[in-house]
């Protein structure tokens, strides 16, 4: 609605590489949020951290749901600066317009913008008095290009004859004074003349082939010389000021796009405010343009915006490991974790809310707090919180799964009208399809990092209804891990393709010693070039536990 205040935004996100209770639980929550938050000034979104799995966009599209917004960085950027809104300006603009304009704003620079607002330069206060210190030169206004209407504006002439469009390209400004004689050995063909008010200097200056003659101290000019100034295609100007002012005001006529700059610093919506303060510290300039990603041009920033800086503020659900938060959230504000996992390595600048309970999944929490606020849940946002419980609960196979999640999804599958069952296969099928996925594509649907000691391990997870597909994942997945690990600069990574009919994972592995870790921590050897590990099927609750044990008791030994 117009005039109405812009909402300032709170991102609810989850952990990088989504899986689908990360997604589904950051809409549900938002939503929540909206309507119970006394914070009318704020709207909360929900927001991805990196690209959703086939598994996700089945959920998704299942209700009608639109895919969060990707948001793979959340440290500040200029967008999040006060960007001072000052006009552009046609390059056209007279000098002593532009000085006028800048006193008035309180601003020593002005970006000049096109007709299509994008940007064509800058002009500087000290361009303008750099200007004014090289006004000697009586060719500059003609080799500027100014326009008889620029001469007009300045000089607050009116034009008696002549087209104000016209551009003076030739010639030099002279000041007739004195007598004809005086005025023919001093002006040439093409020159641009000040008069004062004597008829004969005025014929003189015509018969000589002026382009323009500027009379000043305002007269009545005689028909004569109209007439004869039309027949010689010579333009007439009056003005108040007298010659002495006429030719110092005339140099500031000038359009500004003669002197602007147009080799600039620019920055974008999307630049960071560590790149902008490196660069601000290297250049001169006070005011730097901002340009939106058509590269419009879109107002200024100065060092003392930073100042103002409006850190990015954030919700967290579905993890609170650092490791897993997506890039710069350390220059957030972080202001509610909503989670079901251990507590992790995630440190605050203050006090959050921070609710963390041992189920199944994120959005058995969110559940439960609808019901606590007494929020209606719709049928769209039941439909994908069931999908979310039932996809971090293995369908209830999961040991991590608790009798608040069966209560939770049983109930949301109501609300959303489906069977949580029959609804959760096609969901774990629609998952499966990836031969025509890269190793990445797949690998990343759901991977997380995780920290013990000074041990950085990545365990990524996929849940497969058949044989075939475990098979299909192992070939296309085995060859990535190396070069994974190494990218990643972690010491050992581990992948799991878990069976959702057998309950069980096959796992592949990579890095130093990460074969040993395994046996250690689930005494089984390998088969086949994978461990099959029996009635493991949960990363949370099973396997990270399980190889931590592992390290530590390489420590003891």
């Keep these: 609605m117009a005039g109405e ?248 006529s000038i359009p500004i796009e003669h002197f602007m700059q147009k080799n600039l610093r620019t920055f974008s919506l999307s630049t960071t405010v560590e790149e902008a303060k490196k660069l601000m510290s290297s250049v001169r300039f006070n005011y730097f343009p901002v340009l939106d990603k058509d590269n419009h041009y879109r107002g200024v920033i100065s060092k003392r915006n930073l100042l103002n800086l409006k850190r990015k503020q954030l919700i967290l659900v579905d993890h609170n490991e650092k490791t897993q938060c997506v890039e710069g959230y350390e220059d957030a504000d972080i202001l509610e974790i909503i989670d079901h996992h251990r507590i992790g390595t995630l440190e605050t600048g203050g006090p959050v809310y921070f609710r963390n309970q041992p189920v199944g999944c994120t959005s058995t929490i969110i559940y439960q707090m609808y019901l606590e606020n007494g929020i209606e849940i719709e049928p769209d946002i039941a439909g994908i919180m069931c999908c979310a419980i039932m996809s971090d609960t293995l369908a209830f196979r999961s040991p991590t799964c608790t009798r608040q999640d069966e209560i939770a999804a049983t109930a949301l599958a109501k609300i959303a009208g489906i069977d949580a069952q029959e609804t959760a296969a096609k969901m774990f099928e629609a998952g499966e399809h990836i031969a025509d996925k890269s190793a990445e594509e797949i690998f990343l649907q759901d991977y997380k990092v995780f920290v013990h000691n000074d041990i950085q391990f990545g365990v990524g997870q996929g849940s497969y209804v058949s044989a075939e597909g475990r098979k299909t994942a192992k070939d296309i997945l085995l060859p990535y891990l190396k070069d994974l690990m190494r990218r990643e600069h972690i010491d050992m990574v581990f992948y799991m393709l878990t069976s959702v009919l057998e309950n069980s994972t096959d796992v592949i592995w990579a890095g130093y010693d990460a074969e040993n870790v395994l046996r250690k921590a689930f005494g089984v050897e390998p088969t086949g070039g994978y461990f099959t590990l029996e009635g493991v099927v949960s990363r949370k609750k099973q396997f990270i536990p399980a190889v931590i044990r592992a390290f530590e008791s390489g420590d003891d030994d």
Excluded at 62 to 76: E, G, I, S, W
Aim: aromatic residues 4%; proline residues 4%; negative net charge.
């Design 5 to 252: 205040k812009k909402k300032k935004k709170i991102m609810v996100i989850g952990h990088r590489n989504p899986d689908t209770d990360s997604v589904c639980s950051a809409i549900a929550y938002a939503n929540l949020k909206n309507k119970t938050s006394d914070r009318s000034e704020y709207r909360y979104e929900p927001r991805r951290a990196g690209e959703i799995n086939q598994e996700t966009s089945f959920v998704l599209d299942l209700f009608n749901m639109p895919v969060p917004k990707l948001c793979t960085d959340v440290r500040a950027q200029v967008r999040d600066i006060d960007i001072r809104e000052v006009p552009g300006v046609d390059g056209k603009m007279t000098m002593r317009r532009a000085w006028e304009t800048m006193r008035d704003q309180d601003i020593t620079s002005l970006p000049i913008t096109k007709s299509d607002n994008t940007l064509a330069g800058l002009v500087t206060l000290q361009d303008i008095a750099m200007a004014n210190m090289d006004s000697l030169d009586p060719r500059t206004v003609t080799s500027a290009s100014t326009s008889l209407a620029n001469i007009l504006e300045t000089l607050k002439g009116e034009l008696i004859t002549g087209d104000p469009e016209y551009r003076f390209t030739s010639g030099k400004v002279v000041i007739g004074a004195g007598s004809p004689d005086v005025l023919e050995s001093s002006m040439e063909k093409g020159d641009i003349v000040l008069l004062a008010n004597r008829y004969d200097t005025q014929l003189c200056a015509i018969e000589m082939e002026a382009s323009c003659i500027v009379i000043c101290e305002a007269p009545d000019v005689a028909k004569t010389i109209v007439k004869l100034a039309n027949m010689n295609n010579c333009a007439i100007i009056t003005t108040p000021f007298d010659t002495y002012t006429a030719s110092y005001l005339i140099n500031q």
